[in-house]
């Protein structure tokens, strides 16, 4: 098999798989990053969501072929020193309750707040609305994205 | 054990209370802060530089047990919160009981903990009252510091040792609640930090040294067997290491979750199913016949007056039939289990509801005595129930016994999840009012059909509390009716049962809340005044044998009709419904809903809900639950798992739509004031969401909805 480069947290990483290999599970079983969660495999959940580039991305559904040669950021890399604003506002608004799918909505939502500083409660509910929480922190989620965007995290 | 009421009472006999001298698990790692030289019990251990090692005896799914249960520990010994690190009990002789369900983790064991944090606190005293020369009614604490007369202090670091070898109290005096400090406070989940910085958590995230991945292709037909099958076309796929038989199916053992995935892929497209006696099974067959089980004989859970002649002699009869459909659990992490078989013993590591069950079950599966099998508790991503079940850690010791040396993880994709899921069983339900002259409720009927899920637990027994486990919030109607009938008839069903976040009393109090409804619009009486007056002054009654205090019922359900502005002129197309219920006769659950249907579209626009759960432990935890059971309880209105030639029609989110952000109503919480026993709030907020969402429905369009789900042509 072929190894393919790609930039994952800022690291130039080598990874030698079958091209088809959806990029989630090398991050998780390649990589030992764990943290992109799997939760339906076909990109109806959002639980896998990192960045690509600047855009957020279902990594179940980006082939590591499509992923070689671009730079992956993921939850573990989202803040390299200490905690992204938006992790800060998901600790205050205590927006987990098991946990699972938030790394997923902390990606999206960071990515959001990148495109739209200051998004609307319809901005928030055309991305997070892409994804599934099954404990219901969909109102936390909200109140967190909103507390970032005025830059209320502390 | 008969019921699931006797099973709650044996989980909740939780660890064995005060065990001395025990050590905890696992061990010091180099920089790792120094070993807990003070640990007088099961429960914590307190090390020489101050912080406290406490052990969580509940699975966390999202309830808020790993914030809950320490706070409670931390309040009786006066802890500094900020230096509170959490421990995860795994099964053993300290640990006999750990099953997470039915929300009881608070109730089971906030005594146990109590006295655990307040006998160390008063051993942690007596030896700084030694050094002082002090009497120990002489010192206070706070903080996880000891204070003397004449300002002398000492941390409980410092004191550790010596407080190890003071005699452990028998009886330590406990806070009165008004003192508490910790309890009470909004206060945010310990594990929030590693939660959103994507922390290895989960049973997914588990990863040893040497690990391999499986995934398992099983008949999709429940009982169905492989007859044939070529592996060659699985063991081509890199990566892919070999393919074994165990009980449930064929596992495809590979380096990565990919390639066993990809090699299971290849392996299906070999394989001939016997699909056994269950390959015909479909829901429409089976409503045929709980509809002619309902005609027939039931079991009774309970009876009081005499229903029959009441209804016979009644003025006016109303009936009705619901209907509630099967039911996954979907949890956002799929099952999965990680598990090694040694020459000398095994381990599991898994986010399980049930750790000891889990233990023994898998231990029996391969030959081992129980404490020769660890189970290491994961966080579990999403429970509801689910992970109660012991199959998908069972299956995993399988696989790892049969695949040969090293750690395995058995991974279920999402279709797995669902077509193998333990269903929250379908129901009917056929209820009737008899009204005397005045349009009063003389007798009620509700007898309910279906799938029992106490036999499924009970691995197909049949006990003798299964009509009143199956008709749990049926029987326990809190209404002032002269005459009741509620009983429970059983169909066989061919698919595994389990309990789903609020269990049977979902569906019960579905059909009882809705009916009641309906007989209250009959009636031209206004819904909450019937409810109000069918609840009436009383205060405690007996219902079952429990203690059900129906004026803590009445004014949550008169508090939750207040804030919602009960009776309010409401915008063109709105309407508002509310519910009550004493779940499992001990949280006091209103809600009123407010929605609207607009163009066939329905949409939840607020929920308020009041609750009386005693004392409060974590308010903030609280409104979570509730926000969380408003989401189960509108979630469930539109989906539904049906079967076809024995198998799900639906296997992922797309057949099986679950609620999305911008369905999710505005959830207002409000809690009554109490210094009562805390009882649960994990499931109480789910069953009267439904009820007062469809009653709302009929508020706004006069369309009486009695079937789930809410189909797209009920509201055109």
């Known amino acids: ?154 | 054990m008969t019921s699931r009421r006797d099973f709650l009472k044996i989980a909740g006999s939780a660890g064995a209370g005060l065990v001395l001298g025990l050590r905890l698990q696992g061990k010091a790692r180099p920089g790792a802060p120094a070993e807990p030289v003070f640990h007088p019990n099961a429960y914590l251990a307190i090390r020489p530089d101050g912080s406290a090692l406490l052990t969580v005896p509940k699975s966390e799914m999202g309830q808020g047990v790993r914030t809950a249960l320490p706070m409670v520990i931390a309040e009786e010994l006066d802890l500094d919160w900020s230096r509170v690190e959490l421990h995860q009990a795994m099964p053993g002789p300290e640990f006999l009981h750990l099953g997470t369900g039915g929300s009881t983790s608070v109730s089971t064991t906030w005594m146990i903990l109590r006295k655990a944090g307040a006998a160390a606190r008063e051993m942690l005293v007596a030896a700084a009252a030694q050094s002082w020369g002090v009497a120990p009614d002489q010192c206070r604490t706070e903080k996880g510091t000891v204070f003397g007369p004449g300002g002398r202090t000492s941390t409980y670091g410092e004191l550790a040792e010596a407080a190890a070898r003071q005699p452990v109290p028998k009886a330590p005096r406990l806070k009165a609640p008004q003192a508490f400090r910790i309890l009470g406070r909004p206060t945010r989940r310990l594990d929030g930090p590693r939660i959103v910085t994507g922390k290895p958590l989960f049973g997914l995230d588990v990863r040893r040294p040497g690990q391999r991945f499986a995934a398992v292709l099983r008949c999709p037909v429940v009982g169905g067997t492989p007859k044939a099958w070529d592996a060659s076309k699985a063991l081509a796929v890199p990566g892919v290491h070999a393919v074994v038989q165990v009980p449930t199916g064929l596992a495809v053992i590979a380096e990565g979750t990919w390639p066993a995935l990809q090699g299971r892929e290849a392996l299906a497209a070999t394989v001939r199913w016997d699909e056994g006696p269950n390959a015909a099974f479909n829901s429409r067959d089976l409503e045929n016949q709980m509809r002619s089980a309902l005609q027939g004989p039931a079991d009774p859970a309970r009876k009081a007056g005499a229903a029959a002649p009441a209804l016979a002699a009644a003025a006016r009869v109303l009936e009705a039939e619901y209907a509630f459909p099967f039911q996954s659990h979907t949890p956002m992490e799929p099952m999965n289990a990680t598990a090694e078989v040694r020459s000398d013993g095994a381990t599991l590591w898994t986010g399980t509801q049930n750790p000891n069950t889990a233990q023994v079950r898998a231990a029996a599966a391969v030959g081992l005595k129980p404490e020769r099998m660890a189970v290491n508790v994961t966080l579990l991503g999403g429970g509801f129930g689910r992970r109660s079940g012991t199959d998908f850690s069972t299956e995993a010791i399988q696989v790892a016994k049969a695949a040969g040396p090293g750690p395995i993880q058995v991974v279920w994709d999402r279709s797995d999840d669902i077509r193998h899921d333990q269903f929250h069983p379908a129901t009917l339900h056929h209820l009737k009012a008899g009204l005397d002259g005045h349009g009063r409720i003389a007798a009620w009927s509700h007898h309910i059909a279906g799938g029992a899920v106490l036999r499924s637990w009970l691995e197909g027994q049949k006990s003798p509390g299964q009509a009143e486990t199956e008709a749990n919030g049926a029987w326990d109607i809190p209404y002032d009716i002269p005459a009741l009938d509620i009983a429970f008839a059983e169909v066989q069903v061919p698919v595994p049962l389990g309990w789903w976040r609020a269990i049977e009393i979902v569906p019960n109090v579905f059909a009882r809340e809705c009916f009641l409804d309906e007989v209250a619009h009959a009636t031209g009486k206004d819904p909450l005044a019937l409810r109000l007056e069918l609840l009436g002054r009383r205060g405690r009654v007996k219902l079952g044998g429990e203690d059900v205090d129906i004026a803590r019922l009445r004014r949550v359900l008169e508090l939750a009709a207040d804030k919602a502005g009960w009776g309010r002129k409401l915008p063109a197309g709105h309407g508002l419904g509310l519910a009550c219920h004493a779940y499992d006769r001990r949280t006091y659950m209103a809600e009123v809903a407010e929605v609207s249907v607009k163009k066939g579209q329905l949409q939840v626009h607020k929920v308020v809900a009041a609750v009386d759960c005693g004392i409060v432990l974590n308010p903030e935890g609280l409104a979570g639950q509730v926000e969380g059971g408003v989401a189960w309880g509108v979630s469930a209105l539109f989906s539904q798992i049906t079967f076809e030639k024995g198998r799900t029609v639906q296997e992922n989110f797309d057949t099986f739509p679950v609620l999305r952000s911008p369905d999710m109503p505005r959830v207002e919480v409000h809690t009554v004031a109490s210094l009562e026993a805390p009882s649960g709030m994990g499931e109480p907020p789910v069953p009267v969401c439904l009820p007062a969402v469809l009653n709302a429905v009929f508020a706004a369009t006069g369309k009486r909805l009695r079937r789930l789900p809410i189909l797209p042509a009920d509201l055109a």
């Open chain 1, 1 to 154: 098999m072929p190894a393919f480069q790609l930039t994952v947290n800022g690291r130039p990483r080598s990874v030698d798989a079958d091209p088809d290999t959806p990029l989630l599970w090398i991050l998780r079983d390649n990589l030992g990053l764990t943290g992109t969660k799997f939760g339906c495999g076909v990109g109806l959940c959002g639980s896998c969501t990192v960045h690509q580039g600047d855009k957020a991305v279902r990594a179940c559904q980006v082939p590591l072929r499509e992923a070689a040669g671009t730079a992956i950021v993921t939850i573990e890399g989202l803040a390299p020193r200490g905690l992204h604003p938006v992790q800060r506002a998901w600790i205050e608004e205590d927006v987990a309750q098991c946990g699972y799918c938030q790394p997923g909505m902390i990606m999206s939502a960071t990515a959001l707040l990148a495109d739209h500083p200051h998004p609307t409660d319809a901005q928030i509910d055309a991305v997070i609305g892409e994804h599934i929480c099954r404990c219901g922190s969909y109102p936390r989620i909200r109140q967190a994205i909103h507390r970032a965007a005025k830059g209320g995290a502390r």
